[in-house]
């Protein structure tokens, strides 16, 4: 019974891999449904500055453990969303870039420094967070192919990263992997701080 | 759900999986006969897509009683719906579904227990919209009837197995867990679009 559980789940996995391979395929098509999928999709991806921090926000959460651990990450893209929309709106958000690099050296330097505040100021700092990288997504949906799954590849993307950010952070079950989770987060604050100094 | 029907999960993700980049999401694909083009349409218009998914999400979170009563009403509807289509009533819903693809999304991200008749109404009126919002752009009688025919069988297979992988998904709590992360993917992704229609901004997909 167990087996059947465990080959279940594989299949589920593998299912899932297969789809985001897949589409990573027709990168070179911009066009229709599935290039505004792609565009959506790599746009996380091809900013080093969203990947640390999408990353870190899943190590953050893997660190401090349930519920933050699947609860950042559905706060996260919902919250992103109202990023997005002031940005589809066109509205003006100041220093959106500033504001990213700044999520980078906050939540590296959070799982750096092993804080541990309550569940609802640690989705604060990730909702707050959150809005600048919704914005600066935002801003190119009414531009793509088809911004429905634009909108679609860059949630996902944004949700990926998330997991393995976790994936990385289940590593603190063992001691050496406490060590390595906080030495992940000293390498996104770095990042973080490469990005600000650029921005500035 | 029986094991035998487990690998099917997996085939669906390899079909979907390579779906080609082809036409848009209402212009007929040439060559593969009506009823394929019919069976493809709710793959490839996303606000069928993903409030089909988000509702089957949503009932198989629900306890197994409510399922099937729901199945059937999703059933009944999508025929009502498709049949409305075809006799011409055209009705602009891709908003409403996406508005319901978002507020479903967040219900399944929530996980809230819902009474067995608000299941029946969600999986009725999704089978309805979905059908009423996919009128074939055929003149021919029996070319219309194979669209339609697979419109149907492709919208109740997608309710289908939604429903089934987030019933089958209960097991453990990680699971439970990953389908309600899908949740509010599914609903970030259609409350960003609708943002982008209220703006104006929005171009016909």
């Known amino acids: ?200 | 759900m029986p094991c035998e029907r487990r690998p099917t999960l997996v085939v669906l993700g390899v079909l979907l999986a390579s779906i080609p980049d082809l036409a848009a999401a209402h212009t007929p694909i040439e060559g593969i006969g009506d009823f394929y083009n019919g069976l493809l349409h709710p793959l490839l218009v996303p606000a069928h897509l993903l409030s089909i998914a988000a509702v089957g999400l949503l009932i198989g979170q629900q306890p197994s009683q409510s399922l099937q009563p729901a199945a059937l009403a999703c059933l009944a509807a999508t025929a009502t719906g498709l049949i409305g289509a075809g006799l011409g009533l055209t009705i602009e819903l891709e908003s409403l579904l996406l508005a319901c693809a978002a507020g479903c999304g967040l219900l399944v991200a929530w996980r809230p227990r819902l009474p067995q008749g608000a299941t029946i109404l969600l999986g009725g009126l999704i089978g309805l919209a979905v059908g009423l919002d996919s009128p074939p752009n055929l003149v021919d009688l029996q070319t219309k009837v194979a669209a339609l025919l697979g419109t149907g069988v492709a919208v109740y297979l997608l309710f289908l197995y939604s429903t089934a992988a987030a019933d089958r998904l209960n097991a453990r709590p990680w699971q439970q867990i990953a389908v309600r992360v899908l949740g509010s993917w599914i609903a970030a992704s259609a409350l960003l679009v609708l943002s982008l229609s209220l703006s104006g901004a929005l171009s016909p997909v």
């Not at chain 1, 559980?5 to 299949?11: K, L, M």
């Not at chain 1, 790599?42 to 900013?47: F, K």
């Not at chain 1, 640390?52 to 660190?63: C, D, I, S």
């Not at chain 1, 589809?88 to 420094?113: K, R, W, Y």
């Open chain 1, 1 to 200: 019974m167990n087996r059947i559980v465990i080959r279940s789940d594989r299949a589920a996995l593998l299912a899932a891999c297969l789809w985001l391979v897949s589409t990573a395929a027709l990168a070179h098509e911009t066009e229709g449904l599935a290039g505004g999928f792609v565009s959506g999709l790599l746009h996380p991806v091809l900013g080093w500055d969203h990947v640390v921090a999408m990353f870190a926000v899943g190590l953050w959460g893997a660190f401090l453990g349930n519920p933050a651990i699947w609860l950042l990450p559905i706060v996260f893209p919902l919250v992103m969303t109202l990023g997005g929309a002031l940005g589809v709106a066109g509205l003006p958000l100041d220093g959106v870039e500033i504001g990213i690099a700044i999520s980078a050296v906050v939540l590296g330097g959070l799982v750096m420094f092993a804080a541990r505040p309550p569940l609802w100021i640690a989705a604060l700092v990730v909702g707050l967070f959150a809005v600048f990288h919704g914005h600066a997504h935002g801003t190119e949906l009414p531009e793509a192919a088809s911004p429905i799954t634009y909108s679609m590849g860059f949630v996902i993307a944004t949700g990926l990263l998330h997991v393995a950010g976790i994936a990385f952070g289940l590593l603190t079950r063992w001691p050496a992997g406490r060590i390595a989770v906080r030495a992940g987060g000293a390498f996104v604050a770095a990042v973080g701080v490469a990005f600000f100094v650029d921005a500035v």
